[in-house]
């Protein structure tokens, strides 16, 4: 009897506009169009606060953002047999991913999905934060919904800054 095969360690970042809105991308390598956030592996002696901020600027061309949470706990999903034999060459069954919360401090010109050595998405949109669940791939949902139960609280509008006299 085989071992079961590990999870490969990955980030995922729930990116919030000023309105409390979620950035999402629609993947290219799904069929229908899923749309998820940014996430993504985490190199060998990389911390989690430095991938999210990486797998931002490779995946959407911009890494204008701060992390204002971390998930509580790392979340896990399996890929569906037939995927996982096929993802990172069969090593993984799915990825365990340390969550964030970030507040996006560019403008929306600085993000260009295409600008990626390998796009990853072709269209991306704002969304809120309950609407993330419905638009993953089945095998993602369960994870999304606790990053949602998570994050609900941060996914409100930014407090205007001081106003000139």
């Not at 629609?26 to 229908?32: I, M, S």
């Not at 390998?118 to 269209?123: D, G, I, S, T, V």
Request: charged share 25%; aromatic share 10%; proline share 8%.
């Amino acid at each position: 009897m085989t071992a079961p095969l590990a999870y490969r360690r990955g980030v995922g970042a729930v990116l919030l506009n000023d309105e409390g809105l979620v950035w999402v991308g629609r993947r290219t390598d799904v069929p229908g169009g899923a749309w998820q956030p940014p996430q993504g592996g985490i190199k060998a002696k990389e911390e989690p606060e430095a991938a999210v901020l990486r797998e931002l600027k490779e995946e959407i061309g911009t890494d204008r953002a701060v992390i204002i949470a971390r998930a509580s706990a790392w979340l896990s999903y399996d890929l569906p047999p037939h995927v996982a034999a096929k993802r990172w060459k069969g090593r993984y069954r799915g990825q365990t991913q340390c969550w964030f919360a970030l507040r996006f401090t560019g403008q929306e010109s600085d993000i260009d999905v295409a600008s990626a050595k390998h796009a990853e998405f072709n269209a991306w949109r704002w969304v809120t934060i309950e609407e993330l669940p419905g638009l993953a791939v089945a095998f993602k949902r369960p994870v999304y919904e606790r990053v949602v139960a998570e994050f609900r609280p941060l996914a409100v509008p930014s407090a205007p800054g001081p106003s000139a006299p």
